[in-house]
């Protein structure tokens, strides 16, 4: 099943959209291409299959001096298929034109999914992805099961680990009654989802209240704050990657 948690119909934004999986034990969401960059973060254990580079067609036999015939060598005859487990708390970055099939192999599946650019997901609040069915890719997913640690955030996708300024997923984690003074990112769209603790965020002059499963879209040059109340602990995404860059910085 799907749930569509953020997009253009319900924020006004078409820079990315955000959704719920559940894949019930024993399913799989079939080979499927994308086509638009995805960042899935799973919340309980699955394996992932990928397969990229389709096969080059038989070349025409060619005659030798002999008069004999060869076909010589099949350039990009090439299938290349991996199998992963993956477990809760771990991500993976799927390029747009990859192919990828998650399986709930041992349990049921859940997974919160970000796609870049977001837009009306029609489809999608239909109950279904908009992804075909594919036997071959141009890229293959990135599975991402450890990040780096700066302080509050551990980046795990980055241009520096997926190859390209699409976005960047971190976890962000904050004590109870710390506070985030007012900012505001200029071109980036930022989206949270809270997987445990509470707290108000302050966005436009509008306070909200977030407790875990919540979800939050920041659009561009927008101020926004937050306080926590309890431990925070959230999964948060920009698009295009470029704020998480800040938290590398020494205090």
Do not use: C
């Not at 977001?118 to 099961?145: D, N, Q, W």
């Not at 955030?153 to 003074?181: D, G, H, M, N, Y």
Request: charged share 20%; aromatic share 4%.
């Amino acid at each position: 099943s799907v749930a569509v948690l953020l997009d253009e119909m319900n924020t006004g934004n078409p820079n990315a959209s955000m959704f719920e999986i559940a894949i019930a034990a024993g399913g799989s969401t079939g080979s499927r291409k994308t086509d638009r960059a995805e960042q899935w973060y799973f919340l309980g254990p699955a394996s992932v299959r990928s397969a990229m580079a389709k096969p080059s067609p038989q070349p025409k036999r060619q005659p030798t001096p002999e008069g004999s015939s060869s076909t010589g060598a099949r350039a990009g005859d090439v299938k290349v298929a991996s199998a992963n487990n993956v477990s809760a708390g771990d991500m993976m970055f799927v390029p747009a034109g990859s192919v990828r099939e998650v399986i709930a192999s041992s349990g049921d599946v859940h997974a919160v999914v970000v796609v870049v650019p977001g837009g009306r997901e029609g489809a999608a609040r239909g109950g279904a992805m908009s992804t075909p069915e594919a036997a071959y890719g141009t890229a293959v997913p990135i599975i991402l099961s450890q990040g780096n640690k700066y302080g509050a955030v551990t980046i795990f996708a980055e241009p520096a680990t997926i190859k390209e300024p699409t976005l960047a997923a971190s976890i962000l984690e904050l004590p109870a009654a710390r506070q985030v003074p007012e900012h505001v990112h200029a071109k980036e769209t930022e989206m949270l989802y809270i997987l445990a603790g509470s707290g108000t965020m302050t966005i436009a002059g509008t306070e909200v209240a977030v407790t875990a499963s919540s979800v939050v879209q920041i659009p561009p040059n927008t101020k926004h704050a937050f306080v926590t109340k309890d431990d925070v602990r959230a999964l948060q995404i920009y698009t295009p990657a470029g704020p998480e860059q800040r938290f590398k910085a020494k205090p």
